[in-house]
């Protein structure tokens, strides 16, 4: 199969897991049990461990990051311990206003909660990667930045034969076979990832 040829079957393949209009014209299809992908679901719930921004307009001189500890509370300027695992970051900010006011600290607050990274939530990059192990889920994260973080892939990786394992909405599991070389190369769309997520790079055989 030419280089053409792949290219066009990869992105193919890319767009099927995505969801969109597929391109005429490749000779090959994946595998039933391949697709289809599910979306990468956004979880933006904050957690132990994860890392959020608060700014409370007018009030300059207060800490503007915090971290939520392993009981799920976190330690605010004014309000103190506050509880704040399985809640939204604009139900924080909501939150964190109404004390505010019913402390009689401050009369009509803004208040703009904004998660940072969440630590609670990883994927997982493991194969011929140069430093594989777990890594925490920012908001976008795809396949070629978490690659990019791993320190990009050892000089034997397959290109070809990056396997992404994702868990959908009804708890079974599905694993497709991505290529990076298009996606590097601009021939197949960069794949959003969602916390759970598994990457596995084969080793190429020569």
Do not use: W
């Not at 099927?16 to 014209?25: A, I, K, N, Y």
């Not at 990667?129 to 920012?138: A, C, F, N």
């Amino acid at each position: 199969m030419s280089r053409v040829t792949r290219a066009r079957c990869a992105l193919t393949l890319a767009l099927g897991f995505l969801g969109l209009p597929t391109v005429p014209g490749c000779a090959s299809s994946p595998p039933p049990s391949q697709l289809p992908l599910s979306p990468a679901a956004e979880r933006t719930t904050l957690a132990p461990g994860d890392v959020f921004q608060l700014k409370i307009v007018g009030e300059k001189d207060l800490p503007e990051e915090y971290q939520v500890a392993s009981d799920g509370t976190v330690d605010l300027p004014y309000i103190h311990t506050l509880e704040v695992t399985g809640l939204e970051p604009q139900e924080v900010a909501r939150l964190i206003r109404t004390r505010l006011i019913e402390g009689k600290i401050l009369s009509d607050p803004a208040v703009v909660v904004s998660v940072k990274e969440y630590v609670s939530k990883r994927i997982t990059l493991l194969g011929e990667v140069q430093k594989p192990g777990s890594l925490p889920v920012s908001p976008g994260l795809t396949l070629i930045q978490a690659v990019s973080m791993a320190g990009g892939l050892t000089s034997i990786a397959n290109k070809e034969q990056v396997r992404l394992t994702r868990m959908g909405k009804n708890g079974t599991t599905n694993t497709v076979v991505l290529d990076i070389g298009a996606i590097t190369e601009g021939n197949a769309p960069d794949i959003p990832l969602q916390p759970g997520d598994r990457i596995y790079v084969k080793e190429r055989i020569f």
